[in-house]
């Protein structure tokens, strides 16, 4: 019955390391996007998944971003090399059945950032 | 130009007055989203439409799809209401990603 969690809710990281950012959508929700929003700036589109199909990657600003989810549940974002432009908060968030349908459930987010 | 447009940026009221934020977009849209950001950064859902109005509480969205206009309302405004009041759209040209506006950020002065 819980919401949409994250985790970490914070991690701080060196220029250059790999992080791996986790999203544990509501149980049954198909469709789930991954978001960034930087420091004073609006919200960013990275990835969508809906069900088995392929996710549509087109918002990854480049190929050190990937994104998976294993078994239509649980999503990892991952960012290869940080960057100092990476720090932002990265917001996930879980769509019962089709996304042109369907109401957002957000989840509170990890907040990065890169020394 | 941004494909979102929300006016005004910045909007400062006293408690009981009417609000109106107000959402412009460029493309063809399938849906749009009102969000409210509170300043603890959660985000929460608050409208998705296609068409006409939908009111929750004190709160109404409308959307005007000729004019590519959408505004959302408070009613009896109150402190709690402060916020930020974010749009967004879903194109209709197939793809999935939304498209957001900058916000609104909002005070309700006691």
């Known amino acids: 019955g819980a919401g949409v969690s994250q985790s970490p809710s914070n991690k701080v990281t060196e220029k250059g390391k790999d992080v791996e950012l986790r999203c544990d959508p509501i149980?049954?929700?198909?469709?789930l996007y991954w978001y960034r929003q930087s420091l004073g700036q609006g919200l960013e589109f990275l990835i969508y998944?809906?069900?088995?199909?392929?996710?549509?990657k087109s918002g990854l600003p480049s190929d050190r971003f990937s994104a998976e989810r294993t078994g239509g549940s649980v999503s990892t974002l991952t960012i290869q090399r940080t960057q100092q432009e990476d720090s932002a908060v990265y917001l996930c968030?879980?769509?019962?059945?089709?996304?042109?349908?369907?109401?957002?459930?957000f989840g509170p987010g990890t907040r990065l950032t890169v020394l | 130009k941004n494909e979102v447009e929300q006016s005004p940026q910045n909007l400062t009221a006293q408690e009981g007055e009417f609000i109106t934020i107000n959402c412009s977009y460029s493309v063809g849209i399938s849906a749009l989203h009102w969000l409210q950001q509170h300043p603890g950064g959660g985000i929460v859902s608050l409208f998705m439409l296609s068409s006409g109005k939908k009111k929750h509480g004190r709160l109404i969205a409308t959307i005007n799809i000729q004019e590519k206009h959408s505004s959302l309302h408070i009613t009896a405004s109150h402190p709690r209401d402060s916020a930020v009041y974010i749009c967004?759209?879903?194109?209709?040209?197939?793809?999935?990603?939304?498209?957001f506006g900058q916000g609104t950020r909002l005070t309700i002065n006691p």
């Open positions: 998944f809906q069900g088995n199909s392929a996710p549509d």
């Open positions: 968030a879980s769509i019962p059945g089709l996304a042109g349908h369907n109401e957002q459930f």
């Open positions: 967004a759209v879903r194109s209709n040209q197939g793809a999935q990603k939304l498209v």
């Open positions: 149980s049954g929700h198909t469709a």
